[in-house]
T-cell receptor, first 112, second 116 residues
Framework: QKEVEQDPGPLSVPEGAIVSLNCTYS??????FMWYRQYSRKGPELLMY????GNKEDGRFTAQVDKSSKYISLFIRDSQPSDSATYLC????????????FGQGTELSVKP | GAVVSQHPSWVICKSGTSVKIECRSL??????MFWYRQFPKQSLMLMAT?????????EQGVEKDKFLINHASLTLSTLTVTSAHPEDSSFYIC????????????FGPGTRLLVL
């Protein structure tokens, strides 16, 4: 079993839809949670960072962390064609030496 | 803030040659930098962790003599692919740890390497 599980998709939605992306993990020591967006042939771009459990909102993006269920989510409201990319969840803990553990990435396509 | 650059963005080389990729943190000091490799449609694979002024720590299965890493300053790390072969063709991405968000990494734009 992988430490971090993420549905690779692909996920296709119409413009304006609400997108829900999710990851589950097995290591209860994880407490730093991130979502990265990666466009084709580019490096990942940090979208959201959350420490421990809770919600965080930034514009159209909302990140949720439920440590009791070992489950994190990223919601995208009013999705746009420019949101088409691969979304990677990543997480870490104090015992990881700064390393991030990545999910497989979910490929999202927002159709106009 | 938290901008990381990589150079070159792409490189084509002949088999047997060595290729050096530079990774720079432009607006912050990075005591730790990371080197990843990514194949098409796959997630990032960590190759090594680089700390300024010390030897890099390589992940299991990564050849130290093949992928030489140097972290000479708080803003520069280099990856040298020695005696490159076609199977080394890949997308190489570096990242730098920033103190603004603990455990967060900021990524460079990546370097695409093609070995003929």
């Amino acid at each position: 079993q992988k430490e971090v599980e993420q549905d690779p998709g692909p996920l296709s939605v119409p413009e304006g839809a609400i997108v829900s992306l999710n990851c589950t993990y097995s290591n209860s020591a994880f407490q730093y949670f991130m979502w990265y967006r990666q466009y084709s042939r580019k490096g990942p771009e940090l979208l959201m960072y959350t420490y421990s459990s809770g919600n965080k909102e930034d514009g159209r993006f909302t990140a949720q962390v439920d440590k009791s269920s070992k489950y994190i989510s990223l919601f995208i409201r009013d999705s746009q064609p420019s949101d088409s990319a691969t979304y990677l969840c990543a997480m870490s803990g104090d015992n990881q030496g700064g390393k991030l553990i990545f999910g497989q990435g979910t490929e999202l396509s927002v159709k106009p | 803030g938290a901008v990381v650059s990589q150079h070159p963005s792409w490189v084509i080389c002949k088999s047997g040659t060595s290729v050096k990729i530079e990774c720079r943190s432009l607006d912050f000091q990075a005591t730790t930098m990371f080197w990843y490799r990514q194949f098409p449609k796959q997630s990032l694979m960590l190759m090594a962790t680089s700390n300024e002024g010390s030897k890099a720590t390589y992940e299991q299965g990564v050849e130290k003599d093949k992928f030489l890493i140097n972290h000479a300053s708080l803003t520069l790390s280099t990856l040298t692919v020695t005696s490159a072969h076609p199977e080394d063709s890949s997308f190489y991405i570096c990242s730098a740890g920033a103190s603004s968000y603990q455990e967060t990494q900021y990524f460079g734009p990546g370097t695409r390497l093609l070995v003929l």
